[in-house]
């Protein structure tokens, strides 16, 4: 994984773990257009790779981004991530979370998450209802942002694309009909994306945007590949027209 990312000039830091980094498979049914995932557990932390990890973090500048993405390590406790977020909070890193369940619950009980992209079941869970009329998402993501927990919050609704809200706007992002090799990082290339667009200081509706151009580029690539800049660019091109 480190000489990959040195490949694509990505300056790294990392932590050992003792255990293997996981494997997950991805199974596509040429016939039929069916897919299979395979999702393994993740690697388990012990108490001193999870430190190492929170020490290298704390090292970030303040005012940069720090992305928490996916489910927790076994071994890894929420207390463990609630502290990390509060203490990098703390130093002035703006903190953006794409998880689920009671990893996600937990961080945005501490509040002021910089964004939160909850897909639909997901951002039911957080409203604790179900999301059944038109408007009813729109306000559930209202009541994410108003309450503090977080500045913004962009629901993915696969192929219709995204619904973004913050204190001042509301936007929903439709990509264009495309036809769909894999779905298999669609969500970390639009959280990639969105990233990329808010440390450059880009309007609300800019960074939703492109992490939509971003998500939907990636499902024109079958198996595990992601987007790539092209096709980024081209759908991102489109719905700024």
């Known amino acids: 994984l480190v000489a990959l990312l040195a490949d694509e000039n990505v300056p790294v830091s990392t932590v050992e773990a003792k255990d293997w980094t996981r494997q997950n498979l991805h199974v596509h049914i040429e016939s039929s257009g069916e897919q299979y995932r395979f999702v393994m557990p993740g690697a388990a932390l012990t108490d001193d790779e999870f430190y190492q990890l929170q020490d290298q973090v704390l090292e970030i500048e303040s005012g940069a981004l720090q992305v928490i993405s996916g489910s927790l390590p076994p071994g890894v406790q929420l207390e463990k991530l609630t502290r990390l977020i509060t203490t990098a909070q703390k130093q002035g ?54 309450s503090g927990k977080a500045h913004r919050v962009v629901v993915s609704l696969g192929p219709q694309g995204a619904l973004g809200v913050d204190r001042e706007t509301c936007v929903q992002v439709v990509p264009p009909p495309v036809k769909s090799q894999s779905t298999v990082g669609a969500g970390d290339s639009m959280v990639g994306a969105m990233t990329l667009k808010l440390a450059e200081n880009a309007p609300f509706e800019d960074i939703v945007r492109y992490g939509v151009a971003a998500g939907s580029a990636a499902t024109l690539n079958q198996g595990t590949r992601l987007c790539s800049l092209d096709d980024t660019q081209k759908i991102y091109s489109y719905l700024t027209q």
């Open 93 to 146: 890193i703006r903190c953006i979370v794409d998880s689920s369940g009671e990893a996600l619950t937990a961080a945005l009980a501490i509040g002021n998450i910089e964004l939160v992209k909850p897909n639909l079941k997901e951002l039911s869970a957080l409203v604790n209802r179900e999301l059944t009329q038109p408007d009813d998402v729109r306000k559930a993501a209202q009541e994410i942002v108003h």
